[in-house]
């Protein structure tokens, strides 16, 4: 699944590449997929984008936002899959969701393999959507800042009993986090996954917030995850120091074996000395 850093590789690519581009035709795939969430019927869709330009993109949490001028906004959110831009004499993928054909004859697709949203919306409307409306500021906005993070996780531990994944992964507290990019960051802060967000001193408050910026940092100035893909169908070079391929293996600080546990829905890598 796209993280934030995906998200912002993207929206650059797109901001490089797209804007200016006349839509021949756009329409919403021709592979049914009951986890694709569309706000338009195929005709609605393909009668709306036709002629639009490509505007600016902008990224925000886990949701991508692309000007489609005048008038309209195509979102696409929480998605795992790519999204990608085709040269002219490309072939077309044997299956999409999304495509946009432009008249120099060059398109766009987008291709989810677990779920995600692929909408459209007047200009504005976005705004209004489910899980855009109200966001929380991101770790590369101005406004996340340590004062803001500090009264975020006071706020949180009165209402209710967190640990550290819990703030990192569950309810978009801090939108563009998921469970792949949070294995790192509380690696670095050297937090143990289940650790109370009340306990947190200082110390360690201050150790987490530099985490979350600086792992959000690497993993975007690296081109993403190894194992997603930008625009042009190229792999990240971000390589994980806690996942899946890494446990039984040393840590990289201390030398003890990475070890891996099932929690609030998923796995969790982590080291037992680094992170007890």
């Known amino acids: 699944m796209f993280e934030l850093p995906e998200y912002v590789i993207l929206t650059r690519q797109i901001n490089e590449t797209l804007p200016g581009k006349t839509i021949r035709e756009g329409n919403l795939g021709n592979t049914p997929h009951k986890f ?26 886990r949701w991508l936002f692309i000007a489609l001028d005048p008038g ?8 795992g899959g790519k999204v990608l831009y085709h040269s002219p004499e490309a072939k077309r993928p044997p299956k999409y969701h999304l495509c946009l054909t432009f008249e120099d004859g060059s398109f766009f697709t987008a291709t989810t ?10 200009t504005g409307k976005e705004q209004e959507r489910q899980y855009v409306k109200g ?16 009264v975020l996780i006071d706020a949180l531990s009165l209402a ?12 978009q507290t ?7 990019i949070a294995q790192d960051i509380l690696f670095q802060a050297r937090l143990h996954p289940k650790h109370p967000t ?18 959000v940092r690497e993993v975007i100035d690296k081109g993403g995850r190894y194992d997603e893909y930008d625009l042009y169908n190229h792999p990240g070079k971000y390589v994980r120091l806690m996942d899946s391929k890494t446990v039984g293996h040393p840590c ?5 074996k990475i070890e891996k546990m099932q929690y609030l829905g998923g796995m969790c890598y982590f080291c037992p000395h680094c992170q007890k």
């Not at 019927?41 to 709306?48: C, G, K, N, W, Y």
């Not at 393999?113 to 007047?122: D, P």
């Not at 966001?135 to 500090?150: A, N, Q």
Request: proline share 6%; hydrophobic share 30%; with cysteine.
């Open 36 to 61: 694709v969430w569309y706000n338009r019927s195929h005709e609605e869709f393909e009668r709306l984008t036709k002629g639009k330009t490509v505007g600016q993109a902008r990224a925000k949490g």
């Open 72 to 79: 309209y906004v195509l979102l696409l959110g929480e998605c």
């Open 113 to 122: 393999q677990m779920w995600g949203a692929m909408e459209l919306y007047e």
């Open 135 to 150: 966001m929380r500021p991101t770790p590369i906005e101005p406004e996340f800042t340590f004062d803001y993070f500090s």
């Open 160 to 171: 209710e009993k967190r640990s550290a994944k819990s703030l990192l992964t569950q309810d």
């Open 174 to 180: 801090i939108p563009g986090l998921g469970n792949a």
């Open 198 to 215: 009340a306990e947190l001193n200082p110390e360690q408050r201050q150790n987490l917030y530099q985490a979350i910026l600086s792992t």
């Open 252 to 256: 990289p600080e201390c030398g003890s």
